[in-house]
């Protein structure tokens, strides 16, 4: 595929996630009490990389970074903010989706992690609509095509402007030749409710539909004149904050810049490091415990503010996983390793467990909530390497739980520290409910899927240290070697995750990660996702005949006719 | 990719699924009482297509159209039998699992077809377990690896002889570079509840695991040492069996040959019958009801056998999909009419369903779930046309829910015939329970999904003679044009489908086709077999220098490293 070769420099370049709103290009957010309107203004000279013009809206990679950073400084720096309205600040357009110059001369990989980040933000907002108590509201001023209007269904509620043009749309098969892959598909049916044979016909009909239809099957909630558009939109907000749990009289906290050191042999935060080994194709990191014991009660949380551990933590943590996907390809396995004190951590956990009804200690659990999952469905072999010194309890503990496997060293490394403590685990409070997986069940009761025997045997055990012949017998960790198999099994195992098919191993990890039960989320993950990348490899998308690469040339595509 | 290219041969050689078990050249059906034995004795030099040997009991298509004969007489002819015995015939081999050379040289869409119809095989073999009283017990007398673990799989209970040679193993991703498709990762964790961390380990092991180790970590469910092999499988059988609902004294009937005429332009059977339209890509398929009124008993059922409408029917249904889906890839829309009495349709119906406890009775309606289930799965685009003289009642009436599109005619062809009595749709009682689809609900309570209020509505009208503009408001019909507009849509919806991508339609059918809850059987269609079709067409799999095509040759496969 050519396209590999023409992208060779975004593959190369590197991008950031970390931005502020002072330095966005294409959103503008004002707050205006409990109500946000966050505001798609898309620079069309703002691409990433060069090579395309952000037209009508659409976006690239950047302008989702952009909206995630606002999404997540909405939820802690703004306790106030009760309803996100997200428009549009053209004309006749609130979004036209991803822009399609962009995916056409897109690598593979590329096209398939962005999609992925875009995912996770859209879900981020869902999180928002039905944990925080910040509704986001849809207010379509315009034509929302493709992924413009994906965003809209991850929105509370959808209002389009009945002005007989602006439409709501879904064109990716009939013009692309690829599957509205946002999550559309899914939401459609799923949580929209839309009969299967309508979204068939709309999704075929590339210019969509408008007004009293669109309502009418549900694909937007209500449609407005456009005489009468701002005050309705505004009486909506103002309707949605009237039933929210966000608190009064709260002052969020800043999200105070990450500090962060980047080279290209390691990533290195506060209590997060990274170090990238090319050659074995695989990152060591290891998260650090807290440096103090937990502040006394709720207010420390609220008075140490982005330095809280857990916090500061999760967020050096979801930096890190988006710059390894983003620029670390080829770097496909991730070995994680703790350095701390359980019972500290712990007493972190047992501080926000205890005050989960505040607003910031919810939120902290549930950006928490979210980077776990987006380690479950990071195409990286994940493995989790336990010994003494390591802090696997709680909250951390859920890390070796998100693991594709885990190690346990079983006694001590004679030869270094022959008198350490040997390495625990410790299953908490936080292993039992709070941070669900996509599917939602915890991992745990998704690790023991069927077996609730062995469930209740291990939260049976809460707060115990468990050794490694312990854990292991509970089903805790996959291996417990000793001293002296220790460094054999995992050169091993590291050795053969390298030289196994890449392609291969994420789509094993992508099925072994979710037993059980699925969402809207991991049918998204899952289903939708796993087709979508599947229609981006073929030629009848991505081939130099594909539908992708001749939009907008005036000629067809010329497809391969047969069905698979 | 030149396994297209080597590959023409297959795509253009005719397969067709009808068998006896006389003429079977890989199999040995045996049945002693209540037990039955399928011994599995591939002929090596018998492959569907030259270029590849058969050794070590590795399958082809044309071997699984045998297993799939064997299971559905096992379940019409041999109601006597309780238990099967899936075995091997050779020394120290059960099954090798699918012929690496077939798929190394066979074109993407070749194997993708082969894997779905492998899928629905073991389906069905699980439903025999579940729903027949007929349950299935692997005797693994030797290695089952790759698919052949995965056709124990599908059996209820897994025996595995103790020989310490002999194991069960998933070696796709360590040797091939592609998943165990047809059912092993999602049955190991949701069916088996093998722990995820062990599963992966166990899935990147080549040589799999022996005896205790494998029956420890829930892989089989016994072993048993050679010496007592023989005695303790037919205990086992025995046991089985004793446990199972299957009739005493009943006589089978049998599956007399299907009539069958087929050329290049059209297929036909005594009631259905399909012309292939190569121009407009297209399908026109008519299902005839009954020619006679149903028999007054369920006796009668027995005495007409194979002749009784609703299994004749069901049988050439199942032909003519499995033909069209391995023969015809290039039509990629069929369009389903239906011709006859609505009242006698649902007469058949009455008479199955008032008598669902008899044992023919029961498998005639499975078989006509598993049939449906096979169209839901099916990557054409399904359309439904309902015209006065059509019988859309009950059983029917399932194949316009399964479509992905219905148009029911508003009044009737004034040109044609003025005095025709308007078409109707009726729901029926087969509506509302009996033939569930693969994720749990019926196609009734999938197309309602999220809207109770229309789904009670619907299911308020059984018996109902609907015409268009009521079945419309219903919601059970997408479509009710008149005279003057059912040509053009018609014609603008068919035209429309043959200009999408192929690929983008058939994402898009399988995402819309399944909303609502996930089980098994849906995660294996969805989830895993998007992710196999994906990795299936990826370079690291089946390019130049893939795995697939590497394997035999003494040289690694050359992956590229980027994880996606």
Redesign the interface.
């Known amino acids: 595929m050519t396209s590999l070769a023409m992208h060779e420099s975004v593959a190369l370049a590197h991008v950031e996630f970390r931005t502020t709103p002072e330095t966005y290009r294409h959103w503008r957010l004002e707050v205006d009490g409990e109500i946000a309107t966050l505001a798609m203004d898309v620079d069309e000279r703002g691409g990433l990389v060069p090579g395309y013009e952000l037209k009508l809206n659409s976006y690239d990679l950047g302008v989702d970074i952009e909206l995630y950073d606002a999404v997540q400084r909405l939820r802690f720096e703004h306790p106030e903010v009760r309803t996100v309205i997200v428009t549009s600040a053209k004309d006749k357009t609130f979004c036209a989706g991803a822009n399609i110059r962009m995916l056409a001369a897109s690598a593979?990989?590329w096209k398939?992690?962005f999609c992925k980040f875009t995912n996770e933000t859209r879900n981020g907002m869902e999180d928002a609509s039905a944990h925080s108590g910040q509704v986001y509201l849809a207010a379509l001023n315009g034509t929302a095509s493709g992924g413009g209007y994906e965003l809209a269904l991850a929105c509370d509620h959808i209002m389009l402007i009945d002005d007989r043009s602006s439409a709501v749309s879904l064109p990716?098969?009939?013009l692309l030749?690829?599957?509205p892959g946002t999550g559309g598909?899914?939401r459609?049916?799923?949580k929209r409710?839309v009969?299967?044979?309508?979204?068939?016909?709309f999704?075929?009909k590339s210019e969509g539909l408008v007004g009293k239809k669109a309502a009418d099957w549900n694909l937007v909630d209500e449609t407005v004149p456009r005489a009468k558009w701002a005050d309705a939109v505004q009486q909506r907000a103002a309707d949605l904050a009237g039933r929210s749990s966000r608190p009064v009289g709260a002052t969020g906290i800043e999200f105070t810049p990450l500090t962060k050191t980047r080279d290209a042999d390691a990533v290195g935060y506060r209590y997060v490091t990274a170090a990238l080994d090319r050659g074995s194709?695989t990152v060591d990191i290891t998260i650090r415990g807290p440096e103090s014991d937990a502040p006394a009660d709720v207010g420390g949380v609220h008075d140490q503010g982005a330095d809280f551990w857990t916090l500061a933590m999760t967020r050096e943590l979801d930096d890190l996983i988006l710059d390894l996907r983003t620029n670390e390809?080829?770097?496909?396995t991730w070995l994680f390793r703790t350095a701390g004190d359980v019972d500290r951590v712990l007493a972190y956990d047992v501080l926000l467990l205890d005050n989960a009804d505040d607003w910031l200690v919810n939120e902290i659990l549930l950006y928490l909530k979210r980077t776990l999952k987006r380690l479950d469905v990071t195409?990286?072999s994940l493995i989790a390497l336990i010994e003494p010194g390591s802090c696997f309890a709680g909250s951390l503990f859920e890390i070796a739980l998100a693991?594709?496997?885990?190690f346990q060293l079983f006694g001590v490394f004679e030869e270094i520290d022959p008198d350490a403590t040997p390495a625990v685990v410790i299953v908490g409070g936080m292993n039992a409910g709070p941070l669900p997986m996509g599917n939602g069940l915890t991992r745990l009761a998704?690790?023991?899927?069927?077996?609730d025997d062995a469930l209740t045997a291990a939260i049976g055990r809460i707060g115990d240290r468990l050794e490694a012949d312990d854990a292991e017998g509970l089903?805790l960790v996959?291996f417990a070697p000793d001293d002296i198999d220790w460094a054999d099994e995992l050169r091993i195992a590291i050795e053969?995750?390298?030289?196994?098919?890449?392609?291969?191993?994420?789509?094993?990890?992508?099925?072994?990660?979710?037993?059980?039960?699925?969402t809207i989320e991991t049918?998204i993950f899952?289903?939708?996702s796993?087709?979508?990348?599947?229609?981006f490899?073929?030629p009848?998308?991505s081939g130099p005949d594909g539908?992708l690469r001749k939009f907008g040339t005036g000629q067809r595509?010329d497809?391969?006719?047969?069905?698979?």
Not at 446 to 451: C, E, N, V
């Open positions: 593979h990989s398939v992690n990716e098969l009939p030749g690829v599957l598909l899914t459609i049916v799923d409710h009969r299967r044979d309508r979204a068939d016909y999704s075929t194709g390809t080829e770097l496909g195409s990286r693991a594709d496997r885990s998704t690790r023991f899927y069927g077996d089903g996959t053969e995750r390298a030289s196994f098919s890449p392609d291969a191993l994420t789509g094993l990890e992508a099925n072994y990660r979710f037993a059980g039960p699925e049918k899952g289903r939708l796993a087709w979508q990348n599947w229609i490899y073929r009848n998308a539908a595509a497809f391969d006719r047969k069905r698979v």
